[in-house]
Each structure stands twice: as structure tokens, then as C-alpha cells.
């Protein structure tokens, strides 16, 4: 059943990027689209493209090296491609928001936590008169203790996780209609990674956004995530909701990609790794 | 919790610094001085004695209780002179490095920022002015447009803030990738809110260094301007040209040459020590938890 109207269509996406040694293809005509409220995730390795698709969305890549060379991103059936800076700031943390893989890094050290959020809603909620109560209620919807005082925090006094709990309350409280997650789990101990992706799971219900969710680890889109892309070297091979994905692989490299979970009592020597002589 | 601001972290560190509290102090009173004799000169108070008052009877001496460091070839007391200086040696210290700062902390954050071809060209342009000796372009300037307090205050900061732009480039081109550079700009933010907002105070420690360190750089170049003539002009007393005036005099009179220099060589060194100091204060890593 397909909607007349996604919230976001990429059709046959193709980016190259200029090095010295002449054009590399990163993405080759990448197609996908995503409905509203709804759950994403994109798997691959380092170097398949997925970062560079995600940050495609709003333009965030540096222009050059990166070049789109053809094909369309349908936001809200206006092609991002063809928008202009304007446009593209409104819509970067207004409609689409980012969280990255570093929260340590991504939250600048010389502002406290509160300015940082009170800078992203200014920028696209400028009717928000009282700020700070709107603060204090993105903290507390992200799970972060005694909000009212923690958010006049600098970065540095908080854990990676609480770092990265900012972040999130920083992308919601621009109230985006989707939350790319470039690998929002990667830099954070396995505990704090459940904690985090628990708390993305009862975001998404409570305020019906949009994520995708980027990452190399199919063990934590279980439960998450409504549909799977799986790519490898700039294209999506395999396509399909989250259960069949994971259960039926049906391209090698999803199903090598999953071989390389560790499973728990697993009569197994050693881990698996991916031969990419197979593959190609 | 340690609930303060990197800067004042930074701070905290200067102060626990026994180089940096003496190096400050020297400059505080300096610069107490400098306002104070400022202020006398352009009421005219003739204290310790009027600077330009010359008597020929008395000229040559050397220190005495009536004249603490003796007087010059026209009889003035160097004291006076040297005080009575002090300010010009100060305001073309901080104004020629705030002029230098104005238009190297742009240049380089407008260049590192961007990249590019505006990177290139403006880069190109930094390196052709650095092609040049500095000290003979601004006393080729300062000829050209006339030796006035203004104008070589602002010739020393039109010509010295390739450094600072080379510096602020770097920064730039470092903190540009940072993850909150890109959070940022993932959240909309502007450019120059980018740059004004975001990568400037992080790179604010280098750029307040090299800002300490190029003010006695403009006092000493100053100093070389008026020895030569082109500095201010007489009879308008500066640390300079006390000793331009005494050089003559050099193996008669010592004390027209050791004392204004004596008085160059504390300010400048009490700003490269402070300077120094900030760098090591900045440097987060060196402070043991």
C-alpha cells in the first residue's frame, strides 16, 4: 500500500566525490522513500555510502568535493536538490535533524547545554517565548535527571550518554518530522546504547516522527525499525521491512552482515568476517 | 561540579602562575602610569618637571636627587620624558594589535572557514605582504603619509596582522570539521553565526596569545621608528626617541640611552612573559587533575 505522497522520496540518487585520483562514485543511483511516523534504517559498512545519502537530505555535504550527479530528493515533494540556501536552512533542524556519533564532540565546549538548545530554538521556533520551560521539558522527555539545573551544564560534566541525550533533546526541540540518526550508538557502551535506543523507540510514539537510523550493527534494529536498506558500495541491495530483512536475507551481503553478529551461546570459534572475494 | 566556562578554567590556571601574576602586575602599572601621564600631559602638569622644558645650564647631568635619571643635551629631565612617553609606547602597543587583530581574526576566519578559491587568493595575498620586510614597508608608509601618533598606529596594525590571520586560518581549518561545527549547520545555523558563534571562542585562547605578544612587537617596532625619525615627532617625548636623541651622546651620557631603554625592555618583556603564560594556561592538557 503505498501513499501518494511520501514524507521523503530519493529517486535513483547518484553522488560522486572529486579526489585526485579523478570522480569516485559514493552513492549509485539510490532509490528509497519513507512515510511519515515512519522507521528506517540504513545498514552498511564504512565507505557503503549511508553517512554521505543521510547528510544528502538537507545538502550538508561540502560542495565540492561531493558533486550530485543526478537524480532527485523528493522532501515533501520539493526536490532538496534545487533548493536554495535559504530553503535549505530552514529546513535543516526544522524539519530534518541530525544526531551524530560523537556526542562528545558534538556539543560545542564553550556554551552550556541550555544556550545550545536555546540557540536551535530560536532558530526555527522564534514564537517560543519561554525558552527555558521548553528546555527543561525536551530534557525531561529524553530522560535527563533534574533538567532545570543539569541543563546549565557544560558539556564536559556530563557522560557520553547524557551528552548524547542533549543531543537528542536538541534535535526534538526543533520539532523535526524526521530524526536522522548517523550511528547515534557507536561511540557509547552497550548499556547506554539499549538506554538510548529505548528512549528513540518511545520518541518516535510519543511525537510520530520520522527516523532513520544509520548504522553497521543489525543487532540493534530489531524492535526500532519498520523497514531495512542495506548498502553496499553506494548502492542498496537489499530493501525490505525490518522482520524479513532479518530473517530471510536474501542478497550475500545482507546475509554476511548478519553472520557477523555475535550470537549469545553460540557454539562458535571465531567470528565471522565477510569475504569479499564472494561477493564481488 | 566543576560548573565553570572553559575561559574561566583558563583563568584560574593564569592565576595560579607566579610568572603571569608578576608579568601582569608590571603591566597594570604600566598602564596606570601610562593614564596618569596621559592625563597630566594634556593638562599640562609639569610633574615630576614639564617634559619639554629645556635649560641649557643644566644639560648633561647625570642622575641626581634632583634629576633621578639625569637630564639630555637640552637640559630636559630624562624622568619626566621617560613618564611622559609611557603612554605613547602603550596605545601603539594595544591599538596598532587591536587594528591588526580587527582585520586578521576576518581575513583568516573568512579564509579557514570557506576554503577554497577564497582561501587561495586571500592566502596568496597574506603571503605577498609577508614578502615584504616588515619594518622597511612601514617606514615607507609612515614617510608617505606622515609620522603622526594616528597614522603609525594604524600603519603597524595594517601591516602586522598577516600572522594573525595565518593563525586564525589554521584554527579554522581544524575546528571547522568538528562534530559541532557540522551539528551546527545540520541544525540550520547560518555561516557567519557559525563562525562568530561557534568556532571563534574555541579558538580564542591562540588568537588572545598571539594578541599579548604582538603588543610590545609593536612597542619595539615603535621605538625602531622613532629612532629613526619617523616615529613621533619631537617635541613629544617617546621611549624611543630619548634614545634616538641621546645617541650622540652615547659614550658621554649613558643614562639617555640605559634608562628609556631599561623602560622598553620591562614592557616588552612583562608582556612576552604574560603572553607565554597564557599560552601554557590555555594549554588544558598541562593541568594535572
Known amino acids: 500500500m503505498e501513499k501518494p505522497n511520501p514524507l521523503l522520496d530519493v529517486r535513483n540518487l547518484k553522488i560522486q566525490f572529486a579526489t585526485e585520483d579523478g570522480l569516485v562514485d559514493a552513492v549509485k543511483g539510490t532509490s528509497f522513500s519513507l512515510n511519515k511516523g515512519e522507521t528506517l534504517a540504513i545498514v552498511g559498512e564504512s565507505g557503503s555510502g549511508k553517512s554521505v545519502t543521510a547528510l544528502s537530505f538537507t545538502r550538508l555535504l561540502p560542495e565540492p568535493p561531493a558533486k550530485f550527479a543526478g537524480g532527485e530528493i523528493l522532501w515533501k515533494g520539493q526536490d532538496v536538490l534545487k533548493m536554495n540556501a535559504r530553503q535549505l536552512r530552514a529546513i535543516r533542524g526544522g524539519e530534518i535533524a541530525y544526531i551524530f556519533q560523537e556526542p562528545s564532540t558534538s556539543l560545542n565546549p564553550v556554551y552550556t547545554i541550555r544556550s545550545q538548545i536555546a540557540e536551535a530554538i530560536r532558530l526555527h521556533r522564534p514564537d517560543v517565548t519561554d525558552v527555558d520551560a521548553e528546555i527543561v521539558k525536551w530534557l525531561d522527555a529524553v530522560g535527563i535527571v533534574n533538567p532545570a539545573k543539569r541543563m546549565h551544564d557544560y558539556p564536559h560534566q556530563l557522560s557520553g550518554g547524557m551528552q548524547q541525550r542533549a543531543m537528542i533533546a536538541m534535535a526534538l526541540s526543533c520539532q523535526p518530522d524526521l530524526l536522522v540518526a548517523d550511528e547515534p550508538t557507536t561511540a557509547l557502551d552497550v548499556t547506554i546504547q539499549a538506554q538510548i535506543l529505548g528512549q528513540l523507540r518511545e520518541l518516535r510514539t510519543k511525537f510520530d516522527m520520522a527516523i532513520i537510523l544509520i548504522t553497521h550493527n543489525f543487532a540493534i534494529i530489531r524492535g526500532l525499525c519498520d523497514k531495512v536498506a542495506v548498502m553496499f558500495r553506494g548502492e542498496i541491495v537489499e530493501f525490505g521491512t525490518a522482520e524479513e530483512v532479518l530473517s530471510n536475507p536474501q542478497h550475500p551481503y545482507t546475509r554476511a552482515l548478519i553472520d557477523c553478529i555475535p550470537k549469545l551461546g553460540a557454539n562458535q570459534k571465531r567470528l565471522r568476517t565477510i569475504d569479499y572475494a564472494k561477493l564481488a | ?289
Open chain 2, 1 to 289: 561540579m566543576d560548573n565553570r566556562s572553559p575561559a574561566q578554567r583558563m583563568l584560574a590556571r593564569f592565576r595560579r602562575d607566579r610568572i603571569a601574576m608578576i608579568s601582569s602586575a608590571t603591566i597594570i602599572v604600566l598602564a596606570l602610569t601610562a593614564i596618569t601621564f596621559w592625563i597630566l600631559s594634556i593638562t599640562n602638569v609639569p610633574f615630576p618637571e614639564n617634559p619639554n622644558a629645556t635649560d641649557l645650564q643644566s644639560k648633561l647631568q647625570p642622575p641626581s636627587f634632583e634629576h633621578w635619571l639625569g637630564t639630555d643635551n637640552l637640559g630636559r629631565d630624562v624622568l619626566s620624558r621617560i613618564l611622559h612617553g609611557s603612554y605613547i609606547s602603550l596605545t601603539v602597543g594595544f591599538v596598532a594589535v587591536a587594528v591588526s587583530l580587527c582585520i586578521g581574526v576576518v581575513v583568516g576566519a573568512v579564509s579557514g572557514y570557506f576554503g577554497g578559491w577564497v582561501d587561495n587568493i586571500v592566502m596568496r595575498v597574506v603571503d605577498a605582504i609577508i614578502c615584504f620586510p616588515t619594518f622597511f614597508l612601514i617606514l615607507s608608509a609612515v614617510a608617505l603619509v606622515g609620522p603622526s601618533l594616528l597614522n603609525i598606529v594604524i600603519v603597524i596594525g595594517l601591516v602586522s596582522w598577516t600572522g594573525t590571520a595565518r593563525l586564525v586560518r589554521a584554527e579554522f581549518l581544524t575546528l571547522r570539521e568538528s562534530q559541532y561545527v557540522k551539528a551546527a549547520r545540520s541544525l540550520g545555523q547560518g555561516s557567519f553565526p557559525i563562525i562568530f558563534k561557534h568556532i571563534l571562542p574555541n579558538a580564542a585562547a591562540p588568537i588572545f596569545v598571539t594578541a599579548v605578544i604582538g603588543i610590545p612587537e609593536a612597542i619595539l617596532t615603535e621605538a625602531g621608528l622613532s629612532y629613526l625619525g619617523f616615529g613621533v615627532q619631537p617635541p613629544q617625548a617617546t621611549w624611543g626617541n630619548i634614545i634616538a636623541d641621546g645617541k650622540a651622546y652615547i659614550l658621554d651620557a649613558w643614562w639617555l640611552i640605559v634608562f628609556p631603554g631599561v623602560a622598553i625592555f620591562i614592557s616588552a618583556l612583562a608582556f612576552f612573559l604574560a603572553g607565554d603564560a597564557l599560552r601554557r594556561a590555555g594549554n588544558s592538557k598541562s593541568e594535572t587533575h
